[in-house]
């Protein structure tokens, strides 16, 4: 049977009833954890990959891996506090197709090996210097080896987008024979294109019909999505993906993507949570330093942000004229940003969220001040559009976090540090920090004297620095974008000490954030 679905923009295409089920039943791999972390300069300590695997496991996934136990001792107790979190999903190690390897994975005690095998000609040339045959019989010992010891075994075939097709034929009968549970087709350098794809996996899901297969994908040509959804159309029964995309290179198949692909356009709901993408977004980019790109689908900054007038009152109408799907389906919000584009209605609807309730004559005061702003060439940040309502309703924010002192000491042979005397809510703080610089030092020693206040709940998303005049007395302009909760700002400060800067920035944050918080429970 042939269903007919109605997509986005009104095309009507068919897909059979049969793979509309298969999809419902499709399984996921997450490769954060090893795949994701060798993203150049990624480092993860075992309580950043318990952290991350915690959110992994409570959206939903199927299998994590954890890492590749023969890595090092550090990356094997990272993979052993994973395992005894004791997480409903299957824990795995990534091994090469060598016995010290799953040795080394036995001492983690997984669940089950990603067994990475060469499968084009290419890679068993340059990389091993081996013969198909000599590939197989490893590949034979070493499935052998992990059914031995209980282990579920995941045979890849990596390169296997470029591989010869009677060479998977081959592995995958190998592996049929050494009783691998899953197989797994890897386009490993993202070179594969979406009609390849699917003939390929067409083929070989109706060679071996009984045992799962897996597509893992990277996106060097932008294709990941496209050819993971071809793979599955296709017959494979599970996907391989990482959070934010994360990965070598262009990084790998993102994993929000294909989930919310097969949600909003296929209609095909798989039994993970998708309000939690965005916090999950953010639980990895921040354990692994990695920030995500403003224009990032689903999660970037500004994948539901809108500044263009006839945008901004278009969604205000009606969210679907220019939003794919509704923000907190993922965990998000809408967010109106002010410039040069903006409009008034858009401009109503951000000071009515800041909790200021204006009068016509002064919301045209106020979108005249912004849009002069703007005409010179300066982003309009939170802080500036309240500072401008203030001066022309007259009000007044309460510093409700007040800097005492701060003093800093760095240098080439000493670590820097930074001390802060802060007063909030009638009480003073002290406190110190260290960090790699003389600003990161100060950040530290703020955030170490507000731990235990309720300011500590304040995040810190992004950290921009501008020049704004040269040489080397130049002023600097910070600017900085806080989140508490729901609720998020941005804020500068400008100087010619950096240090300073950044401070004045931070404070002026906290206390937006605060005052917006407040004016919102006045509110209500």
Not at 87 to 103: H, P, Q
């Amino acid at each position: 049977m042939v269903v007919t679905i109605l997509s986005v923009d009104k095309d009507v295409f068919s897909i059979d009833e049969e793979v509309l089920k298969r999809l419902k039943n499709v399984r996921i791999f997450d490769t954060t954890l090893r795949d994701g972390e060798q993203t150049p300069g990624c480092i993860l300590t075992p309580p950043q990959k318990v952290k991350i695997a915690r959110a992994l496991d409570e959206f939903g996934i199927h299998v994590i891996e954890a890492g590749m136990a023969i890595t090092s001792v550090g990356e094997r107790e990272g993979i052993k506090a994973v395992v005894k979190e004791g997480l409903n999903a299957e824990i795995c190690s990534g091994c090469r197709a060598v016995i010290v390897d799953i040795e080394r994975s036995l001492e983690c005690e997984v669940d089950s090996i990603h067994l990475i095998v060469a499968s084009s000609e290419l890679h068993r040339r340059e990389k091993f210097g081996k013969t198909l045959e000599e590939i197989l019989e490893i590949t034979t010992n070493c499935i052998d080896f992990a059914k031995d010891h209980g282990l579920i075994v995941e045979l890849s075939a990596e390169d296997g987008s470029r591989a010869d097709i009677n060479d998977l034929f081959a592995l995958f009968t190998t592996g049929k024979e050494a009783k691998a549970d899953r197989f797994c087709v890897c386009d490993t350098v993202g070179v594969a294109v979406p009609e390849q794809i699917y003939a390929r996996f067409k083929t070989l899901t109706e060679t071996f019909p009984n045992i799962p297969i897996s597509i893992h994908c990277h996106n060097d040509f932008g294709l990941a999505v496209a050819n993971t959804l071809a793979a599955l159309k296709g017959g494979g029964k599970q996907f391989h993906g990482t959070i934010n995309g994360v990965g070598e290179r262009a990084g790998n198949v993102a994993i929000e993507e294909v989930v919310m692909s097969l949600k909003a356009l296929y209609g095909v709901e798989l039994p993970v949570k998708p309000e939690k993408i965005f916090e999950l977004s953010r639980v990895v980019s921040d354990n692994m330093n990695l920030p995500v790109a403003f224009n990032k689908a689903l999660v970037g900054e500004n994948a539901f942000a809108h500044e263009s007038g006839i945008h901004s009152s278009a969604v205000l109408k009606n969210p679907e004229t220019y939003e794919p799907i509704a923000p907190n389906i993922i965990g998000r919000r809408r967010r109106l940003v002010m410039g040069k584009h903006a409009g008034k209605a858009a401009l109503k609807e951000v000071l009515e969220e800041f909790g200021f309730h204006v009068n016509d004559e002064q919301l045209i005061e106020i979108f005249d001040k912004m849009k002069k702003l703007a005409d010179l060439g300066k982003k309009v940040t939170d802080s500036d559009l309240v500072a401008i309502t203030e001066t022309v309703t007259e009000g007044t924010i309460e510093e409700a976090v007040k800097l005492d002192e701060l003093t800093v000491v760095t240098g080439n042979k000493i670590t820097s540090t930074a001390s802060v005397k802060i007063a909030t809510n009638g009480k003073e703080f002290f406190s110190s920090g260290y960090g790699t610089g003389p600003v990161d030092a100060a950040m530290k020693a703020i955030e170490s004297a507000l731990k235990n206040t309720a300011i500590s709940q304040i995040h810190l998303e992004d950290y921009h620095v501008d020049a704004i005049t040269g040489g080397t007395e130049a002023v600097v302009n910070v600017r900085v974008t806080l989140r508490k909760g729901d609720n998020l700002i941005t804020a500068s400060g400008a100087g010619g000490d950096i240090v300073m800067a950044s401070v004045e920035a931070m404070l002026t944050g906290f206390n937006k954030l605060i005052a917006l918080e407040k004016r919102k429970n006045h509110e209500k």
